[in-house]
């Protein structure tokens, strides 16, 4: 009984204190260590830890539900806890600028007409899967300087998929989850928003923008790619103009749309749901927040 008050007081405080301009001394000097400490242990097994983690503490709660009840409560509290310190309060993060100008169709457009001219531009390889996985620390490092352990491969990529997931951070391994299953080119983008994630970045479009920059200024023409397809899709939702593609870039589009229609259903409508629940609950915008890149990356290219 007093273990569960100490820890729900201990939720509480932190909750409150995330929102409080103080939490930058937190962001800045406190959660760093969860990657450099527990981060560089788990990165010793190359592959998720988390994904076998989830089922050993649901075989725990069965356990205590069963044997020793008394337990639950500050079972569920502590891993609530250590959700909260390592996921959770950086959601109230206040140290963050978001771009939240009024945008015109114009700005839409010739973002979408600079976006096409830099694909054209670039003259591009794919990379192995290893090899992304290899180089997206690095590339996440030239954005932003600090450790970051590889991007871990899920076994069950295939059905994480039918839930629309292509990644997940760990807040108990720190560990950035990647399926390894969706279309190669959407990869490099994936990794480096997981690890956006892992660096303190909880919003969904935090992530993104920070993932699109280290993409773009990485360098590397297949992570310049796998940025510039990521928006591509999105503007040609938005543009006034219908968007005329080379057939390489099409038939990559067409692939990840078949991958999609192909993994889409029940599963995936649910997942939709609950992680614009799950978003909301934590102060994001929900899952129509995905849009922001685009304001965002009108500021990053000054577009007037
Ligand atoms: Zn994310």
């Known amino acids: 009984m007093l273990i569960s008050v ?48 989830v089922i050993v503490l649901v075989i725990v709660l069965v356990y205590l539900l069963i044997k020793k009840r008394k337990a639950v409560v500050p079972y569920l509290l502590s891993l609530f806890l250590i959700y909260t310190l390592t996921c959770g309060s950086m959601y109230n993060r206040q140290d963050l600028h978001v771009s939240s100008k009024e945008i015109t169709q114009e700005q839409i457009d010739a973002l979408a007409t600079l976006i096409m001219e830099k694909i054209n531009a670039l003259d591009y390889q794919p990379l192995s899967l290893d090899e992304i996985i290899e180089l997206s620390p690095q590339v996440m490092n030239n954005l932003e300087e600090g450790y970051y352990p590889k991007p871990k491969k899920i076994i069950g990529s295939k059905y994480m998929s039918y839930f629309g997931i292509t990644g997940i951070y760990s807040p108990f391994t720190i560990e950035a989850n990647i399926d390894i299953d969706t279309p190669l080119y959407s990869i490099p983008f994936c990794c480096c928003h997981e690890l956006s994630h892992l660096n303190g970045y909880m919003k969904e479009e935090q992530a993104n923008f920070n993932a699109y920059k280290a993409c773009v200024e990485s360098n590397i023409p297949y992570f310049e790619y796998s940025a510039y397809m990521q928006i591509i899709s999105k503007l040609s939702n938005y543009a006034s103009f219908k968007i005329t593609v080379p057939e390489y870039l099409y038939n990559d589009l067409q692939e990840g749309i078949d991958y999609w229609n192909d993994h889409e259903g029940t599963l995936s409508d649910l997942e939709d749901q609950v992680n614009d629940t799950y978003l909301k609950a934590n102060n994001d915008q929900g899952t129509v927040s995905y849009g922001q890149l685009i304001y965002d990356l009108i500021e990053y290219y000054c577009i007037d």
């Open 6 to 53: 100490i820890l729900l007081f201990l939720i509480i405080v932190f909750t409150f204190y995330s929102k409080s301009k103080y939490f930058i001394y937190y962001t800045k000097y406190i959660f760093p260590v969860y990657k450099n400490t527990i981060g560089r242990i788990c990165n010793i097994i190359p592959y998720s830890i988390f994904q076998w983690l």
